[in-house]
């Protein structure tokens, strides 16, 4: 999973990754300020700094954007669990970018090249890439988790990773719109909070938790699956890499931390498919397939899990 800021000066029909010192700046202002709201939040929140209305803002957007990420960009665009109405298309490829973790195009192509090459030379994140002793791993999952987006080179060509995406006039305004989405999603909250409770107070303390806190909250649990989860977990399923399941980032993660399913199987819809894995994102997919706005859903195939399963026994 990724983070990036793209530029929106290409030409009509056109998207182009930029990776200037500007574009590399707001990356680090997007991690670094919500990451160090998270300490003097946890003080504040004892302190009682914070209203009803502000959990409600933190939850809201905190669930937008991470079934945009899971949903949208992972399963949907990325591996073609579902497919999608234009209207479902475009909400969750918003939902997605309001995240905050780069443009749709740009974080499919990191992703697709993710899994081509997953903790194997060429993966853009891998925990694994300095070697095995404690040491290297140390060093390899700091790099896995946070260190790749601020200073790794290892980029995916979209062209080379996400052509259907660039043919998409959908897709391709919307990566190219990202930076307005970024300032609605770092607005939305604090202009919410204040109309509310009718105060300056309700816009800080609604720009606090609904958007420095919802942006850091759901970066790190993002990056986890990078890192934690290619480092550690149960490994039910037969994978060509060190993909582990890790139980408690399924909630927060909304089931995309069920992730040695997802390894073995990339394109199922679902990634929690033992007893009591909570997988709310597959809960969504399956709502929206419901209502018609998603069709052609993947489901787990019982055949081809049970094959994934005796080879890992």
């Not at 089931?255 to 399913?261: A, F, I, T």
């Not at 005796?310 to 026994?313: K, Q, R």
């Given at each position: 999973?990724?983070?990036a800021?793209?530029?929106?000066?290409?030409?009509?029909?056109e998207?182009q990754?930029?990776g200037?010192?500007?574009?590399?700046a707001l990356?680090?202002v997007f991690?670094?300020?919500?990451?160090?709201?998270l300490?003097?939040?946890i003080?504040?929140?004892?302190?009682?700094?914070?209203?009803?209305?502000?959990?409600?803002?933190?939850?809201?957007?905190?669930v937008?954007?991470?079934?945009?990420i899971?949903v949208g960009?992972?399963?949907g665009?990325?591996?073609?669990?579902?497919?999608?109405?234009?209207?479902l298309?475009?909400?969750?490829?918003?939902?997605?970018?309001?995240?905050?973790e780069?443009?749709?195009?740009?974080?499919?192509?990191d992703?697709?090249?993710?899994h081509?090459?997953?903790?194997?030379?060429?993966?853009?994140?891998?925990?694994?890439?300095?070697?095995t002793n404690?040491?290297?791993?140390?060093?390899?999952?700091v790099?896995?988790?946070v260190?790749?987006?601020?200073?790794?080179?290892?980029?995916?060509?979209p062209?080379h990773?996400?052509?259907?995406?660039l043919?998409?006039?959908d897709?391709v305004s919307?990566?190219?719109?990202?930076?307005?989405l970024?300032?609605?999603s770092l607005?939305?909250?604090?202009?919410?909070?204040?109309?509310w409770?009718r105060?300056?107070?309700?816009?800080?303390t609604?720009?606090?938790?609904?958007?420095?806190?919802?942006?850091?909250?759901?970066?790190?649990?993002?990056?986890?699956?990078?890192s934690?989860?290619?480092v550690?977990?149960d490994?039910?399923?037969?994978?060509r890499?060190r993909?582990?399941?890790?139980?408690?980032?399924a909630?927060l993660?909304q089931?995309?931390?069920?992730?040695?399913?997802h390894h073995?199987?990339?394109?199922?819809a679902?990634?929690?498919?033992?007893?009591?894995?909570?997988d709310?994102?597959?809960?969504?997919i399956?709502?929206?397939e419901?209502f018609?706005?998603?069709y052609?859903v993947?489901?787990?195939?019982?055949?081809?899990?049970?094959?994934?399963r005796?080879?890992?026994?």
């Open positions: 999973m990724t983070s800021v793209d530029s929106g000066d290409s030409p009509p029909g998207f990754a930029v200037g010192r500007f574009e590399r990356i680090w991690i670094v300020v919500p990451t160090l709201a300490v003097p939040g003080f504040i929140a004892w302190g009682g700094w914070i209203g009803w209305h502000d959990i409600v803002l933190l939850v809201v957007f905190y937008i954007t991470t079934t945009g899971g960009y992972h399963r665009f990325t591996h073609g669990s579902f497919k999608s109405r234009r209207g298309k475009i909400a969750l490829a918003v939902a997605g970018s309001l995240a905050l780069g443009p749709v195009i740009r974080w499919v192509a992703h697709r090249k993710h081509k090459f997953s903790d194997r030379d060429g993966d853009p994140h891998s925990p694994w890439r300095y070697g404690a040491w290297a791993v140390t060093k390899g999952f790099f896995a988790h260190g790749w987006v601020l200073w790794g080179q290892d980029r995916a060509d062209k990773y996400a052509p259907d995406l043919a998409d006039r897709m919307i990566s190219r719109h990202f930076r307005g970024v300032a609605i607005l939305a909250p604090a202009v919410i909070g204040g109309l409770d105060s300056w107070h309700g816009a800080a609604g720009f606090f938790w609904g958007t420095l806190v919802r942006i850091a909250l759901m970066h790190h649990v993002t990056f986890s699956i990078n934690i989860c290619h550690t977990g490994k039910p399923f037969t994978a890499d993909s582990g399941n890790v139980w408690w980032l909630l993660s089931g995309e931390s069920w992730h040695n399913l073995a199987d990339p394109t199922c679902r990634h929690g498919v033992l007893r009591g894995q909570i709310i994102n597959a809960w969504f399956r709502l929206f419901r018609g706005w998603a052609q993947r489901w787990p195939n019982r055949q081809r899990l049970e094959r994934k005796a080879a890992a026994a």
